[in-house]
């Protein structure tokens, strides 16, 4: 079965510190990799994504993720925590051919404190 | 200069009504669809439409029919509103997604808060 993991229901960081969102995912043949950010009563916002080519990937915001393919994760960084990141993320992949249909992890809540 | 609109933001019926939910984008995408998020967050498509045929269907009651006037648009109708129909339902669209050597982005709306008593 084709599903996206996201471990962690919270993630608590000091402003200024680093951050990770962890994302693993498990599909057939090679994955589509997306972020969103969905902040209170809004919708979701694409942040960034993984198609092809060098394993990190840069997006809005400050933040990158990186894909890895042995490990089969696709984990969300930012070096430096702002108190406005805190939100909601959602990792989601569209499996290799098919339709544009993206699976969602059930999303880690962000809580950068000051 | 909104990409994705969808109205009403927030909607609150009675059981056993009927109800639509409008969506509109100026993107100039092909693709559009209905997601829906649960009260735990969790977010499942439920429709997808390729200028104006449907492509994907997932396993949604047929008390939900989305209808697309054009490609822009994809309204959603729901008859004989039930308490679990309590939702937010978002709009989306994206490029022609039909191959599999793309991986268009999916652009969402602001979403609408459907409660049902």
């Known amino acids: 079965a084709q599903s996206v993991a996201q471990p962690e229901d919270q993630v608590n960081v000091a402003e200024g510190n680093p951050l990770t969102v962890k994302c693993t995912y498990s599909?057939?043949?090679?994955?589509?990799l997306f972020w969103y950010v969905q902040y209170p009563n809004r919708g979701l916002q694409f942040l960034l994504k993984?198609?092809?080519?060098?394993?990190l990937v840069k997006g809005s915001y400050g933040f990158e993720a990186e894909f890895n393919k042995s490990q089969t994760s696709f984990h969300l960084k930012k070096p430096s925590a702002l108190v406005s990141d805190s939100a909601l993320y959602f990792c989601a992949v569209r499996p290799w051919g098919g339709y544009n249909k993206l699976i969602f992890g059930a999303g880690t809540r962000l809580a950068v404190h000051p | 200069d909104t990409a994705v609109s969808q109205t009403p933001k927030y909607l609150v019926t009675q059981m056993g009504n009927d109800k639509s939910i409008k969506c509109e984008q100026n993107l100039g995408h092909d693709t559009m669809y209905w997601y829906k998020q649960d009260s735990k967050k969790f977010l499942k498509i439920m429709f997808s439409y390729n200028n104006k045929e449907l492509i994907i269907n997932e396993t949604v009651p047929n008390r939900f029919s989305p209808k697309s006037p054009d490609k822009a648009h994809l309204n959603l109708h729901i008859n004989s509103l039930e308490l679990g129909d309590s939702a937010v339902y978002f709009c989306?669209?994206?490029?022609?997604?039909?191959?599999?050597?793309?991986?268009?982005?999916?652009?969402f709306g602001e979403g609408s808060w459907l409660t049902v008593v």
């Open positions: 993984y198609i092809t080519g060098d394993n």
């Open positions: 989306a669209s994206s490029n022609n997604p039909t191959s599999a050597l793309t991986g268009n982005t999916i652009y």
């Open positions: 599909v057939s043949g090679n994955p589509y």
